[in-house]
T-cell receptor, first 116, second 112 residues
Framework: NAGVMQNPRHLVRRRGQEARLRCSPMKGHSHVYWYRQLPEEGLKFMVYLQKENIIDESGMPKERFSAEFPKEGPSILRIQQVVRGDSAAYFC??????????????FGPGTRLLVL | AQRVTQPEKLLSVFKGAPVELKCNYSYSGSPELFWYVQYSRQRLQLLLRHISRESIKGFTADLNKGETSFHLKKPFAQEEDSAMYYCALMMDRRQGAQKLVFGQGTRLTINP
């Protein structure tokens, strides 16, 4: 099992462009979480998705950010009209089932977004 | 609001010395606490969780609800313990909240 995959690992965008970050969960996992880590800070929860459903998006900025996890293919975090403050590391995690006791989130290597 | 505080951004100890990484949390419900570790050039991985009450790589952590703390300890540090350590809180699952709330992290350096 290759683990959680994220691509690209590094992404450079100019202000006003769009950024698309992809996350392929571990095989057999149907739950995906996105976290953002700003410089010198801890990871902050953004959104929790199951296949074709957004379960909790309480950490997502209200504008410019969206996430999806289609029936087929990876989960995508989309940032429209990026600004310098969006520069951060974006981590994806997946878990195998509806969370219960002993559920573990497995993390990807992250995508480092730099907005020029 | 729920919060996790790791007061030390940097911690440096000598090999063989005891290590304690501090973690305090703020949450009104019944929390689940975790320690995650990120070694150089590797991804974030779970080190241990309070429910399991286990020892991993010589590390232990006890949940102290009275002091709202979940400090990570190891009696004898090894050079391979050098890494970034994050304390994390998962809110009461019964309320349907699945997200982890992370502290800012502590960079542990073990000196030879």
């Amino acid at each position: 099992n290759a683990g959680v995959m994220q691509n690209p690992r590094h992404l450079v965008r100019r202000r006003g462009q769009e950024a698309r970050l992809r996350c392929s969960p571990m095989k057999g996992h149907s739950h995906v979480y996105w976290y953002r880590q700003l410089p010198e800070e801890g990871l902050k929860f953004m959104v929790y998705l199951q296949k074709e459903n957004i379960i909790d998006e309480s950490g997502m900025p209200k504008e410019r950010f969206s996430a999806e996890f289609p029936k087929e293919g990876p989960s995508i975090l989309r940032i429209q009209q990026v600004v310098r403050g969006d520069s951060a590391a974006y981590f994806c995690a997946s878990s195998p089932r509806a969370p219960g006791v002993q559920e573990t989130q497995y993390f990807g290597p992250g995508t480092r977004l730099l907005v020029l | 609001a729920q919060r996790v505080t790791q007061p030390e951004k940097l911690l440096s100890v000598f090999k063989g010395a005891p290590v304690e990484l501090k973690c305090n949390y703020s949450y009104s419900g019944s929390p689940e606490l975790f320690w995650y570790v990120q070694y150089s050039r590797q991804r974030l991985q779970l080190l241990l969780r309070h429910i399991s009450r286990e020892s991993i790589k010589g590390f232990t952590a006890d949940l102290n609800k009275g002091e709202t703390s979940f400090h990570l300890k190891k009696p004898f540090a090894q050079e391979e313990d050098s890494a970034m350590y994050y304390c994390a809180l998962m809110m009461d699952r019964r309320q349907g909240a699945q997200k982890l709330v992370f502290g800012q992290g502590t960079r542990l350096t073990i000196n030879p």
